[in-house]
Structure formats: structure tokens, C-alpha cells
């Protein structure tokens, strides 16, 4: 009978790495403990260490909110072209009715 697989989240995995590193819990007391294979843990181990630059990466808000209103601003400019648009269209076919009656 196959034992069920257990799913940890990123927290889970993160306090398992930290306690390893920080902690100097050996390895395998650790897949031990949380019944993992150890080449788990080294593959959580390296896909933290890649990913690790993103917790110092700045977040700019500064720049998403210029986006976002740049964003707004062409809205609002392409209503307006529609609007000028339909008032165009509707002078163009009252025009065109009003000639043809001629």
C-alpha cells in the first residue's frame, strides 16, 4: 500500500530550509521528521537559493501607479475620439438625409 503523498506550501518548505541553515538541523533529521527524500529537500534547497533575489527586489509602486495613470489618461483620450467620432458620423448622416431630400 502507497503512502500518501504529502503537499507542503512555500512556508512550510521555507521553515524546513531555514531550520537546516539557521538552526543547523542535519538533513536528515529533517527528512526524518517531515518524511521527505532528501534529493526533495535539496531540490526546495536550490530552487530557494534561485529564487531568493526576488525578496530583495523593490517593489515600485511608483511606477505602477505612472502606469496605471497613463493608462487612465489614454482612456479617457480615446473616449473622447469616440465621442468626437459619433457626433461626426451623425452630422455626416443628417447631412447626407437633408441633401437627399433635395
Same mark, same amino acid.
Given at each position: 500500500?502507497r503512502k500518501q503523498r504529502k503537499n507542503y506550501t512555500a512556508q512550510e518548505k521555507v521553515f524546513i530550509i531555514k531550520r537546516h541553515l539557521v538552526d543547523q538541523v542535519p538533513v536528515s533529521d529533517l527528512c ?6 532528501? @534529493? ?10 534561485? @529564487? ?29 475620439? @469616440? ?20
Amino acid at each position: 500500500m502507497r503512502k500518501q503523498r504529502k503537499n507542503y506550501t512555500a512556508q512550510e518548505k521555507v521553515f524546513i530550509i531555514k531550520r537546516h541553515l539557521v538552526d543547523q538541523v542535519p538533513v536528515s533529521d529533517l527528512c526524518d521528521e517531515y518524511n521527505l527524500q532528501p @534529493n526533495v529537500f535539496y531540490r526546495w534547497q536550490k530552487e530557494f537559493f534561485e @529564487n531568493g533575489s526576488a525578496a530583495f527586489e523593490k517593489k515600485n509602486t511608483r511606477k505602477t501607479s505612472a502606469e496605471q495613470q497613463r493608462i487612465e489618461q489614454l482612456e479617457a483620450k480615446l473616449r473622447s475620439k @469616440n465621442d468626437v467620432l459619433s457626433e461626426l458620423m451623425e452630422e455626416h448622416v443628417k447631412l447626407k438625409k437633408d441633401l437627399g431630400d433635395l
